[in-house]
């Protein structure tokens, strides 16, 4: 008998969509890691959020084979007990459409100065004025997988000049061109918008770092939506002070949540959101279709290969 397990708020209307399991695999749905150690002893597949897992939940597993992570990136795991012989898989590819919609926020805010429309609206105040376009500015994209592809085809229905930059690949679907690491100053010298959206690793924690961040044009907006230490946030905080760029779209950060006593609360030229870039209102119908078929392939006879094979 094999026994799935889901942690994360929502877990049994999840539950609900994965629809008819395979034959001697039994479902258990808990919201909290908490309420999940209840389970634990005799899990063999734990679908989890991997922010939300503990060392206590994931030591009591003892049978624990296979992890489908609810996230993009598993760089959360690091700090939890994992044997290295758990298979684990990501939701790699879901992420596209709410992260691409608010970067779209980000970019039109800034463009239109929508913080400026607010305040006049709320003064009474008639000023009309010419709009700024998004169309013909040029999007830098740092990293390229699923969410870029599917923001860079946003953004040329925009009629946006697209740029990437890439560790491993040299063209992707959408782009206008690709550029390797070795010319992140100049792509981002480049950029009206410059978005951050990279895994963090080893190789990228901290890459854009002082050198970067000043070669942005004074016009550009640095936008964030993968994780906060890709970024030398102290570098950032001092370049938005000077007002040597434009603004910044930030929906992660350093440490989280954002200490209440860090500059970036402060700054007009900033728009902050509390790390939910990844999250829908459709959420958990976009996950099931991807647990699904991944519960199929594992269960199945002979086991298939897994989708988005994360180690």
Avoid at 103 to 126: C, K, N, P
Avoid at 260 to 278: E, F, K, M, Q, R
Wanted: hydrophobic share 50%; with cysteine; glycine share 8%.
């Amino acid at each position: 008998m094999s026994k799935i397990l889901i942690v994360t708020p929502g877990a049994a209307r999840l539950g609900a969509l994965l629809g008819a399991l395979p034959d001697g695999v039994t479902l258990a749905c808990a919201e909290t890691a908490q309420d999940a150690l209840a389970h634990a002893a005799d899990t063999t597949v734990l679908v989890a959020m991997p922010p939300s897992l503990t060392a206590e939940l994931v030591a009591a597993m003892p049978r624990l084979q296979w992890l489908q992570a609810l996230t993009s990136g598993i760089d959360a795991l690091a700090r939890v007990p994992l044997d290295p012989a758990v298979v684990v898989t990501s939701a790699r590819g879901i992420h596209g459409p709410q992260i691409s919609e608010l970067i779209f926020l980000y970019m039109l805010a800034f463009a239109r100065d929508l913080r400026g429309v607010l305040t006049r609206q709320a003064a009474h105040s008639w000023r009309p004025s010419a709009q700024p376009l998004l169309s013909g500015k040029r999007l830098v994209i740092l990293g390229i997988g699923a969410t870029s592809e599917a923001l860079a085809a946003r953004a040329q229905a925009f009629g946006m000049h697209v740029t990437g930059v890439s560790g491993s690949r040299t063209a992707a679907p959408g782009f206008d061109r690709v550029l390797p690491m070795t010319q992140l100053e100049q792509a981002a010298g480049e950029a009206d918008f410059f978005v951050v959206l990279t895994p963090l690793s080893s190789s990228t924690e901290g890459i854009v770092d002082a050198s970067v961040i000043g070669a942005l044009p004074a016009e550009a907006v640095l936008i964030n939506l993968a994780r906060g230490k890709i970024i030398d946030e102290a570098a950032l905080i001092e370049a938005l002070q000077q007002r040597r760029i434009a603004g910044a779209g930030l929906d992660v950060f350093a440490t989280e949540p954002l200490p209440a006593d860090s500059p970036l609360w402060a700054l007009d030229n900033v728009i902050l959101t509390p790390h939910v870039g990844g999250w829908s209102d459709v959420f958990l119908d976009q996950l099931a279709p991807v647990v699904a078929d991944n519960i199929a392939r594992w269960f199945a006879k002979p086991r298939q290969p897994l989708c988005n094979l994360a180690r």
